[in-house]
């Protein structure tokens, strides 16, 4: 947008937002048995109310923005198969967001964890 601002001038036109950040990180720890995964240049996947698919890649710490107009996405960090058989998830798989007129900035993802406890019973 350009604005011609004259010396005299004592007002500016209503400067009006059309695009805001939707902004999130990726957080990822060590798995147990030395495996790790990568939060850098990991694929995000956005989809418009209209399905159109835009994607990003995430900075060296995990980070990633798209610019859009107000509206309502889902934004999805992807996993590789080998991921997947590696035991990759993130909690939540996917964020339902609503950008209204503001900025999003924290639409953020984690691995997910789960503790195992069990009981071993010997059938005779």
Known sequence: MNINIQANSRTIPNLVATDYHLCGKI?????ENGQSFSVS???IILVEKNKNERRTSTNENGEFCFE?????YTVTPAITQ???E????FNPAE????????????????QT??????????LE
């Open 27 to 31: 957080s990822v720890d060590n798995i």
């Open 41 to 43: 240049k990991r694929s």
């Open 68 to 72: 859009v107009k107000s509206g309502h």
């Open 82 to 84: 080998e991921e997947k």
């Open 86 to 89: 590696r035991g990759l998830k």
């Open 95 to 110: 964020k339902q967001v609503n950008v209204d007129g503001s900025p999003v900035l924290n639409v953020n993802f984690g």
């Open 113 to 122: 964890k789960v503790t195992i406890q069990g009981r071993v019973q010997c």
